[in-house]
Each structure stands twice: as C-alpha cells, then as structure tokens.
C-alpha cells in the first residue's frame, strides 16, 4: 500500500502486465508513459521496455488505435494512450472495426486491446475542442466495445489489469481532471470487474448516479445531503457498458427516487440510459437528471463554469426530487 | 540542424554593437530566455534572400518593407506583453502557444497576400493552435485579440474562444484550430470553392512538422494536387511536435521534399529570414493565382519560448517558460535554442533593411518602440473590458436561439 495518483495506479497495472508478457506493446503520442511516488521506484515504460516495445509515434491517433488493434489480430496484447485532443481522430477505428471485427468474423477476430482514451472535462479556458466535458456517450454507443471509466486510482489500477486481461477492446475513458488525485492503492496486482458499479454510500430516500471525472462532485454532494439529513445512496457506475442495471435497479427500488448525473452533454447522455433502464424495472419512481447543456464549451471561464454540472446543482436537485 | 540560407554576408552591418535604449529591451529578453547574454553575440547574420528565387523582394516598396519590419515587432510585443504579464499579474488568466521566434513566417506570407475583403474577396488563412503571429500578420486587430485571449465580451470572438479558437472573417483570417489535422483538409475545401467560383483568392494553411504524420496533411496536399487547387501549405518546421523532436514523425530531413510525391513544388526556406520568406510566398501565390496548382513551403525555424505558458509561472522557476516538465522525450538543448536565438528574425530583418538603406537606428527603434507602446496599450485596453455572462455559454449553438441550461436537472 502506498499513496499513488491515478496516473501511478494505470502505469503500475500496465507495467506489471508488459513484464509478465513480453509480447505486449504500448504506444503513445504525448503523454509518456512515466510516474513517480514518493518511496517507490519511478515508472518509466519506454526505459524499462526499450522502444521496440513501447514507443512515442507521430500525431496520428487513427495510426495509434489501428496499431494496437493490428497487433491485437496478430496476437499479441496492446494499448496506447490518446490524449484528449486526438480522441475523437481515432473513433472510425473504435467503432467500425474494434466493435465488429469479431463479431463480423464469426468469432474469429480476438483483440485483446486497452484504448485509453483521456478525456479533459475539467477545464475552462480552452473553449470548444480542448473541453469537451465528457465524450463517454459515443463511446459507450459502440457495440462490441466495453466502456468503462473508472473515478479513482484503486478503480482505475483494478480495472486497468482487468481491462489488459480481457479478450476484448476496452475503451478505458480517463478523465484528465482526475490525473492528479491521489489515495493509497494496493502495491500487488488485483483485479476490478469491467461491469460493476460501485455504491459509494449507502441510503434509502434517494438514489444519486455519476461516474468517471463527475464523481468528486457527486460525493461532495452527497456529503452536504447527508449533513442535512437525507439518506442518499451514491453509485459510480464505473462501467458503462455493459452497464450495472442491477445495482440501479435495486437501489432505486428501495430509494424511488433517481437523480442521475452526467459530465456528458444531455442529448442520449448516459444519465438517460441510466433512467431508462431504471424506469423499465421500477414502478413508481421519480426521476431526475443533470447534464452539461447541448453546448459546446465556451473558453469564458464565466460561461463554461456556470454550465459545468456542480455540487450545488447536485445538491438542488436532490432536494426538489425528494420534496 | 542545417539552414538552407546562403552564406551570410560579411559586410553586414554589425548590430550587436548598438545601444540598447529600452527599459525592457529584446536583447534583455533574450538573454532572460537563454539564462546568459551568450544570444546575440556571434554577430548578427543577414541571411541574403535566396538568389535562386529570383524575386528579391524587389517589387516591394520601402514602405512595404518596414512595413514587415513593423509586424515583425508587432508580433514580437505582443507575444512579450502576454508573457510578462502572465509571470507578473496575478489577477491575468489568458495563456498562449507562443510564437516568438517564428515571426518572420507569418509576416513573410501574409505580406504577399491580399488581406482585406471578407471571405469572398481576401485571401484566406488557416491557423493552428499557435495563432498570434498568423493573425497579426494577418491585419486582425490586435486589442480584440488581447480581449479574447483574456475571455472578454468585447473580444475578438465575445469570450468564447480563448487563444486557441480566434477567428476573423473581415481580413481572412480563418481561425486557430485546437486540433493537428482537420484544419489542413477543411482549407482545401475552401480551395475547391474558389476555383469553383472562379475568384482570384488562394488559401494559405500553416502547420507544423508535426503535422506530417497526421493523414490530413497527405490528404489535403493530395487533394489540393488533383484538383489543381490554389492551395498553400506553409510548413513551420520549428524542429518539434509539442515535446519530440520532429524526427519522431518525420522520417526526412527535409518535409518539403513530400511535395514531390504530389508532383507539386516543395519548397524550403530560412524562416527567420522574412524577405525568403516573402519570396517563395510570393510565388505560390502567384502560381495559385494563375491556376497552376498548390505549393508547399516549409519555413525551418524555432520557438524561443516553450510549447505554450499561462498565468501562475515564476520568472526563474523551471526556466519559466523554457522548459516543459512533461518533456521527457526529448529536451531541446541549450545551445540549439542559443544557436537558433543568434539568428533571430527581429535582427535579421532590421539589419537586412538597414543595409538596404530602407531604414536607419533611429527609425528601426522607433518602430520597435511604437510596437511595444500599441501592445502594452491593447493589453490595458483588453483589462478593462467586461467579461460575458454566464447564460451568454447557451448562445451561439445554433443561428438561431439558446439551448436550454440542463446542469439545473
Ligand atoms: C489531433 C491532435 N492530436 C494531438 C494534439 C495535441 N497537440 C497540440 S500541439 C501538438 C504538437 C504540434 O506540433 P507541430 O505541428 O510541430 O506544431 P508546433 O507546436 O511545433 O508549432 C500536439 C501533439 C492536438 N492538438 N490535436
């Protein structure tokens, strides 16, 4: 156990992999592979692999993705890190052809890859293409792609090695706001299942949902709700497909009450499929959700952060709901 | 790294000698840059156009030239005035991708461009996320530009762009893009349009060595080839792509010579020499204007400052903006950023024009003074316009109406 930030927490459950098999590759285009912790030894996948192995390419995210998922039909494990401005560049790749192939062959394809996909989420200032709040929905759309986004470092080591493990493409959505949040972490290796949502507080008047870069506010929320007495119940969904319907299901049978929360812009969000699923199971239920208006993000950290969804609208929400 | 430039003349004048008047001078700012006053001493080097071009500026006037010049120190002051007051004012919040250093690119190709009009008549710029000099160059109003850059209502684009979005349609400025790629094959379009309406504009799309390695820089250069377009792709090759070297992308020495695989000229130039610059802009231009097809130039030249800064820098602290700490790949070393600070675009065209006896000390400071003062004033002016209303970020979605505000459930 020691304290690790969430890049630690990936590098660690990616380094561990890459040594256990030396077939595995990793590529990157601007975020290297390297993190420190104090007491520990710094991790630095292109010293330790050497660059046959690991390697620092072009600006080209469509060659990055279609690399690991190459390698993966070949045979061997791969992932590679697309940072947030190159997200979307590589998104024919992820949808036409890491969602399909295996079903299309019959079953033959096997693409044993890890899509890290970074996400910046939290940042006024930058306007339009470098703060799309969350891009998760298109994402978790894509057939055949499990999507999961975990919202702390022992999620993100647990599910990291889960996802490397899996025989199947992962989009991991890292949330960049999250990069720097550090808890203590376990130092071996463990697994975190791909399809199970986390219920961070248990209660019985409400039910609160959020996940990936939403989730400090969601629990600084639920923090203040509790402090004034309701009895709130907060899940992090962590995988969005395939998504947890039990867990929802279940906890909204007790609470009747849903708010669900989105970093994503509203239209078709997963706050909505969050509610659909639990309005096709539960009678009786109220609903509620919140979301990043169907705006882009203006560079005015004036605009952008009175549109950014927050504890205070969490907050508001909840109330109304439970009145 | 080689220069393509010809041999520098000995019979220069030698600048370095002279007085430096400013409180604040460019030469103090280069040695705060390089850690030392090492800059500018090897003697200052006018790089001599390039002969095999055979323009040599001549159809310029004096006053077109010191107009060069002028930009040259426009784009420089306004990058320093950013800068100091990202390290010195706590309350600032713009931040930029620099572009200091690489002042004589844009200055020389915006100078054989017609740069008034509107999108139907002026000629049209594609920018990256490393706009400034590209819009100044470009005529766009600067005190506007500080205004955004610092998310004002009354800025270039109301606040909702920042640095990395501006845009002005009244002189062709087409926009920064945030984003390496799409840029490059969206002007292309443009392109199409032009020739298809038959209009006398071309399209200038700046990118840099990075920007090989993307497909949009392959599709927009084959594209425009096909389709015989008045197209021009001006490679800023400043040696690298955020924090790796450009051989990290890049499997030639020379980018330009992809050109040729599009049977289209590649051309390469000293782009810290403006009037090459100029030159080679000048002739794709007029290739493009007479219907013979896209050019691409590559500009080699070099960033002084790091990949970009914002507010919160310590001056001193990690070479405030000199060193990146996400640079792991690869540094750029000292004695290349010195190396290239000797050769530096202000000199180079100060001394070019004083030699051509376009323009004496005195007046060359005097110039350089104005900048300064027009720059210090558009940043005051910039702080003391209002910033947006929050319910303005629901506007603009759409031509008509807002969204609804969905963060209060
Ligand atoms: C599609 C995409 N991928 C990655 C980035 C992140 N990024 C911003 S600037 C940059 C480097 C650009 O290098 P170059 O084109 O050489 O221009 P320079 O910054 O050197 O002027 C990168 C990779 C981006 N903006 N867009």
Not at chain 1, 231 to 259: A, F, G, H
Not at chain 2, 255 to 270: C, E, H, L, N, S
Request: net charge neutral; with cysteine; aromatic share 10%.
């Amino acid at each position: 156990m020691a304290r690790k930030s969430f890049m630690y927490s990936v590098l660690e459950a990616v380094q561990y992999e890459m040594q256990k098999d030396p077939n595995m590759i990793w590529i990157f285009e601007l975020t290297p592979p390297v993190a420190s912790t104090p007491g520990k030894p710094v991790i630095n996948l292109e010293r330790e692999f050497g660059r046959k192995r690991v390697v620092n390419t072009g600006i080209d995210e469509m060659w990055m993705a279609a690399c690991v998922l190459g390698a993966g039909l070949a045979g061997s494990r791969a992932a590679t890190y697309i940072p947030y401005q190159g997200n979307a560049m590589c998104f024919q790749i992820l949808q036409n052809h890491a969602g399909k192939l295996h079903h299309m062959t019959g079953g033959q394809a096997q693409m044993p890859v890890v899509f890290v996909l970074e996400m910046t989420g939290q940042t006024p200032g930058f306007a339009g293409q470098h703060s799309d709040y969350e891009i998760d929905t298109y994402y978790a759309h894509i057939p055949g792609l499990k999507t999961v986004i975990p919202s702390n470092p022992t999620d993100a080591k647990g599910m990291m090695v889960s996802a490397l493990r899996d025989p199947n493409p992962v989009a991991f959505l890292y949330a960049a706001g999250l990069r720097d949040m550090i808890e203590d972490v376990p130092d071996d290796p463990y697994t975190t299942p791909l399809d199970k949502a986390a219920i961070r507080s248990e209660g019985s008047d409400i039910t609160i949902v959020g996940s990936g870069g939403g989730m400090p506010e969601v629990l600084k929320a639920t923090e203040q709700l509790q402090k004034q007495g309701m009895k709130v119940e907060t899940i992090d969904l962590r995988s969005l497909k395939p998504m947890d319907t039990e867990t929802l299901v279940t906890s909204v049978q007790k609470t009747k009450r849903l708010l669900a929360v989105d970093q994503s812009y509203y239209t078709l969000g997963p706050a909505a499929e969050v509610i659909a699923r639990v309005a096709e199971n539960v009678d009786g239920a109220r609903f509620k959700r919140i979301a990043f208006p169907d705006a882009p993000p203006p560079a005015s950290p004036e605009m952008f952060l009175w549109m950014r969804p927050n504890a205070d609208h969490i907050v508001a929400a909840a109330k109304k709901l439970a009145a | 790294m080689t220069m393509q430039s010809k041999t520098p003349s000995e019979t220069q004048d030698r600048e370095e000698g002279r007085g430096w008047t400013l409180p604040t001078s460019r030469r103090g700012f280069l040695a705060a840059l390089a850690g030392a006053g090492a800059a500018i001493s090897l003697g200052s080097k006018v790089a001599w156009a390039n002969g095999e071009i055979g323009f040599w500026a001549k159809d310029l006037t004096n006053e077109q030239l010191i107009h060069l010049y002028t930009t040259i120190q426009r784009i420089r002051w306004f990058e320093r005035t950013c800068v100091d007051k990202m390290l010195t004012e706590p309350g600032y919040r713009g931040y930029n991708h620099f572009y200091v250093g690489q002042e004589a690119v844009a200055t020389g190709v915006s100078a054989a461009l017609k740069n008034t009009g509107g999108v139907m008549e002026a000629d049209l710029v594609y920018s990256t996320h490393r706009p400034s000099g590209h819009a100044i160059a470009k005529g766009v109003e600067v005190k506007k530009m500080a205004a955004e850059y610092e998310f004002r209502a009354t800025g270039l684009n109301k606040g909702y762009a920042g640095e990395m979005h501006i845009a002005d349609k009244s002189v062709g400025f087409m926009g920064a893009d945030g984003m390496i790629g799409p840029g490059y094959v969206i002007a292309t379009g443009s392109a199409f349009a032009i020739r298809a309406r038959g209009s006398k504009q071309v399209v200038v799309n700046y990118g840099g060595d990075g920007t090989y390695a993307t497909p949009h820089f392959h599709s927009a250069l084959n594209n425009a080839a096909l389709l015989n377009l008045p197209f021009i792709y001006v490679l800023e090759n400043n040696l690298y792509h955020q924090y790796a070297h450009y051989s990290y992308s890049c499997p030639m020495k020379d980018i330009a010579i992809a050109a040729k695989t599009y049977g289209i000229p590649g051309v390469v130039v000293d782009g810290q020499d403006v009037i090459q610059v100029y030159n080679a802009a000048k002739q794709a231009v007029e290739r493009a204007r007479a219907g013979e097809g896209p050019t691409l130039i590559e500009a080699k030249t070099y960033r002084y400052y790091n990949h970009w800064g914002a507010p919160g820098a310590k001056p001193g602290e990690l070479g405030a903006f000199g060193y990146d700490p996400l640079a792991i790949t690869s540094f750029r070393p000292e004695r290349e950023v010195r190396a290239w600070m000797a050769r530096d675009p202000v000199d180079i065209s100060r001394n070019t024009l004083i030699h051509w006896g376009v323009l004496d000390r005195a007046k060359a400071d005097e110039i350089e003074t104005a900048a300064r003062a027009e720059m210090v004033e558009a940043f005051a002016w910039a702080d003391k316009q209002p910033l947006g209303k929050p319910e303005d970020g629901l506007k603009h979605v759409f031509v008509e109406g807002t969204v609804l505000p969905r963060q209060f459930g």
